[in-house]
């Protein structure tokens, strides 16, 4: 079907900056010309921009970045949206950025793909795609991308939707937006699928404030019908952002669906957090098994995470935004803010209680993995360590199995008796460190990114925790090390910690330390990661 | 009716360690000679345990305590019982340790009540008035108190009745005991009360490794019949412990039943956290108005929380064990470890999104205050600070009420234009410092205990923060510190905070300090308390 005419011819939208313009000190910031009311504000870019740049994570070129969006599979390449203001880099103003890539790893810069206009800013959304032309806007092509999103103003949060032909380059909005208004200015980021057992698709979009994730229904993605609403349900906090809802496997066969509410502020551990519900859903209702909440991270700085749709083989993979609305905007970069978690895989699995659980793994990272270095340690006595340089500038991937020896049996009680920790501690010689510990004792791991320098604010917490398996003594755990970034995946990826961290300076040793009891490496592996990004990084 | 023939003689119980032993340095630690096996290890005491002992705050004279137990007012007295090792500052061989108090602040030790036996540790448990001699246990008299606790083994945890004709204060295990036994190392921590519209008693108590609450009723306190289980609900955590439930009056009208429930470790502030639901309570189900959790404290250190049973007036009163379990084995006092939340009043109250919140307040410790010292503040303008000297070794009341200036029209948006930040920091002049701040753009408070430098520990996590009011700039704040404790009641008390502090040397000055904005104070109030325990402190 031809493209009604009533379609608007596309709206010029901003270029994505060209990041080789901020290579230069004090070049322009970016401001198309053809956005009005643009104040031009030179970029400061500072050596903190290219220190804390991550080399295997994707960041924008220059501006502020936060939720990932529209996360599709067209067939040939993966999209990554993102929430984005283009001309400073604080929230506000904000567009749809645009990267493709064919791995989810080497991404490609692309032009701005929504922007904001006089009905709102460009809020967070989702993408599908319309292989059928269920919304009979499309031609004949065979490229065929429907971007459903919030267009917000103070007054008003109503989904709109816009159509892509060119692979997901341009969006054009649909003429009839909104598709999708209740009156409401906190209403926003939908998330849309087709369910098969119906034959419709499906909306999860939250009511902010009202703390209920709404469905609805269609079958042209135009016209919504509403189906449901699911809460309030789990922690107190502000607004609820962000639903996403995808069957993930469950380890072992089978299936279940899990919805994701990413809550803000009013995390435990202090501002945003990402949390979860598993259940079924029916295409209709989600019906959650229990009233048991989870949530995705230990640490703080996983937010708004999003699913990816159209997968193939039916593979649950998210990406979050790596960053924390406390400070998100009083980070130490200056020309750029905002960073993606790596992508991940996603399965349910049952823990030592019989709860069916999150775990992610972080998806394809071992595809950059380079010689490794050569580091081998196969036992550590109590109060041991071991040390080695690492590469300054360059992403690390170090995967362990370690086991604590179990407690002397003639110890004492108390303090004394019952330690046994394991720490990984990555250094440098100015006395900065971040480490990561496991404590036998209590079968609980920290993360420690108090005693690095580079960046101080009061909801900056330093110390996270988990608990692995009561009563276990060995611990596993892969981390990925990324200039400004690090994640943690403990216990099979049950456990994992998403961490903004800030050395002063490079952090340039590797130590393994025992104190109590000595441990056993059942396995060690550490991989300096190939670059893929194109920005200016410390390498 | 006469106590039955069957019931055994009072069992020898140790008694409570005289705390004049202890006065002077490696005093012998008590160990009562009735105890099999006891190792007699000395007493060291040190500064710190001088330095950190609360003068307002229950703790006990040597030994380690935990959980508050067995919380009663027998119409003269109330009852604080706790879990309780009087041989040692470690956790272990659990008795039910015991202070009476007139008004739940000037508390008396009395002789240690229920011991370890054979069959187990006195682990925790409740204390009702058993008025009407259901048990047919008691005499003439008209002192009736029942404990139910449990008896805990390796192999075994049950319920176990004891009675007390001598106002609670040595208890006589009936014979016939378990009253309560499903076979499980697992369940425990039963709480009970009489529900009146069913004429029962009803007891809850944790089937901690299923993560379930179960429901029992009895005619008698001693037969108990299954009624229903409550969950997996809430968050993940490896045990469920000390389920609480009381009706609790709801500001503006009404009530609701609210459930307690404890859960360690699997804190998302790391280890021990109390989690609550609202809901109702028909004598054999609790149904919760949603599946919405409450988290009791935004810190880290009140666990296990307990009611109050008998109050008058239907007054709900609560103490929480002030402590977590990740470091309370290893914390810088020698002789003694553990401290109790002083009591606080608990309603219901609809937040700004209309949730039904637990509202917390400190109870009675106004009575406590000594002549205000003299702090006048009404304006702060951006950037100033104000600055007075305080007591050292005394507990202070401070209140505030504080509203942040709006943001200036013409400021840029981002960080600088964001800001307008009050602090409350208590110092000293060895650069250590406490702080507590509100963060007037986001509406949030944070508090930051990670530069005293006392006490250092993995899992001893330094920062916190919650959320008040979104668009709100005002707050307001009372905080009671007290040696090593600090306990916050903002927002009228829906935000509560608290947590164990270890400065190095005391804080000697209380400094208010603005950024970003100026501030207008309503109200400060700043008074000392009058030291209440017979403990040796600082003072």
Redesign the interface.
């Known amino acids: 079907m031809p493209v009604p005419p009533n379609v608007p011819a596309k709206p010029a939208v901003p270029q994505a900056p060209d990041h080789d313009r901020t290579t230069e000190p004090n070049a322009s910031h970016p401001s198309p010309a053809d956005q009005p009311g643009v104040i031009s504000r030179p970029v400061v870019k500072t050596q903190s921009d290219t220190l804390y740049r991550p080399t295997v994570h994707f960041s924008p070129v220059t501006g502020f970045m936060n939720d990932p969006n529209g996360l599709v599979f067209d067939g040939m390449q993966y999209h990554l949206y993102y929430q984005y203001d283009p001309f ?3 929230a ?1 103003r904000v567009h749809w950025g645009h990267a493709t890539s064919s791995d989810l790893l080497n991404w490609q810069d692309q032009p701005i793909a929504i922007a904001e206009t006089k009905d709102g800013e460009a809020y967070t959304g989702c993408a599908v795609i319309d292989e059928k032309n269920a919304t009979g806007l499309f031609g004949t092509g065979e490229s065929r991308i429907v971007a459903i999103y919030t267009r917000a103003s103070p007054e008003k949060q109503s989904q709109f939707l816009a159509i892509s032909d060119d692979h997901g380059r341009t969006f054009t909005d649909y003429v009839h937006n909104p598709v999708l208004d209740i009156g409401s200015n906190s209403f926003r980021d939908p998330q849309v699928q087709f369910h098969k057992p119906t034959n419709q698709w499906v909306m999860v979009v939250a009511k902010s ?3 209920q994730i709404a469905f609805f229904a269609s079958v042209d993605l135009i016209h919504w019908v509403h189906l449901s609403d699911f ?8 607004d609820y952002e962000c639903p996403n809802l995808i069957e993930i496997p469950v380890e072992g066969g089978g299936s279940r669906w899990v919805l994701f509410v990413s809550v803000n ?7 945003s ?1 990402t949390q979860y519900f598993v259940g079924k859903f029916d295409g209709s209702w989600f019906i ?1 098994d ?6 995705t991270d ?1 640490a703080k700085d996983a937010y708004a995470l999003q699913v990816y749709n159209n997968m193939p083989h039916g593979e649950a993979v998210s990406v979050a935004w790596l960053g924390n ?2 400070y998100c ?2 980070l130490p970069t200056q020309s750029w803010r905002g960073v993606m978690t790596v992508p991940r895989t996603m399965t349910l699995r049952r ?1 030592f ?1 019989g ?1 069916l ?1 999150l775990a992610q793994q972080p998806r394809g990272i071992e595809t950059l993995r380079e010689v490794a270095i050569p580091f081998t340690v196969h036992r550590l006595e109590a109060g041991a360590s071991v040390q080695i340089v690492i590469p300054v500038g360059t992403a690390l991937d170090l995967s362990m199995n370690v086991t604590v020896d179990e407690r002397a049996p003639d110890l004492p ?3 004394k008796g ?1 330690t046994g ?1 394991f720490v990984i501690v990555l250094g440098n010689e100015d006395g900065e460190t971040l ?1 990561i ?1 496991f ?1 036998a004792f ?3 791991m ?1 993360l ?1 990114r ?1 005693n690095l320098r580079g960046f101080a604010q ?10 692995l398996n ?1 009563d276990d003594r060995h611990f596993d755990i892969r981390m990925i090390f990324d200039a400004s970034t690090l994640e943690i995946f403990a216990n099979g990826g049950l456990s994992v910690g998403t961490a903004l961290v800030f050395p002063a300076a490079p952090l340039d040793f590797l130590r393994l330390e025992t104190s109590g009891a000595g441990a056993t490496v059942e396995s060690l592996s550490l991989c300096p990661l190939r670059k893929v990004t194109n920005r200016e990084t410390a390498l």
């Open positions: 400073a880099p604080y506000g404030r009202l703390h809460g309030p349900s789990g922690l107190f906090g502000v502020p009013g995390g435990p551990t202090g501002g957090i959650p229990d009233t048991v909440i989870g949530l230990f609305w406390q905007q009083e823990d209680a709860w659980r009680p108390g303090d019952r920790r480490s510990g404590d209590s079968g609980q920290w420690d108090n009061p909801f900056f917490t330093g110390e996270f925790s988990t608990v009561p």
